[in-house]
Nanobody, 114 residues
């Protein structure tokens, strides 16, 4: 079992920044992939960014150049630095751990509004 705890969400004005964190605990193995997904109201949960244990990254086009995913393997923590936030980034952001099985965090709300 893997437990994931996200933090760092909140209310921010358009153009602002937030940094999300996700701490993993439990049966953590090397070679995993950690990722961020988001779910806006009334919509499905969508992939945002992923990072492998050797720090290779992928992003959706909508966040390239604005969001940066990173990880600290010693702390089993993944981060999502979000800059130049837009109202359409408003969603619940979920952390995911994948190695064989996928585990999800409880989510953290990000609201971008003036």
């Amino acid at each position: 079992q893997v437990q994931l705890v996200e933090s760092g969400g909140g209310l921010v004005q358009p153009g602002g920044s937030l940094r999300l964190s996700c701490a993993a605990s439990g049966s953590i193995f090397s070679g995993n992939v950690m990722a961020w997904y988001r779910q806006a109201p009334g919509k499905q949960r969508d992939f945002v960014a992923r990072i492998t244990s050797d720090h290779r990254t992928n992003y959706i086009e909508a966040v390239k150049g604005r969001f940066t995913i990173s990880r600290d393997n010693a702390k089993n923590t993944v981060y999502l630095e979000m800059n130049s936030l837009k109202p359409e980034d408003t969603a619940v952001y979920y952390c995911s751990y994948l190695r064989g099985e996928r585990y999800w965090g409880q989510g953290t709300q990000v609201t971008v509004s003036s």
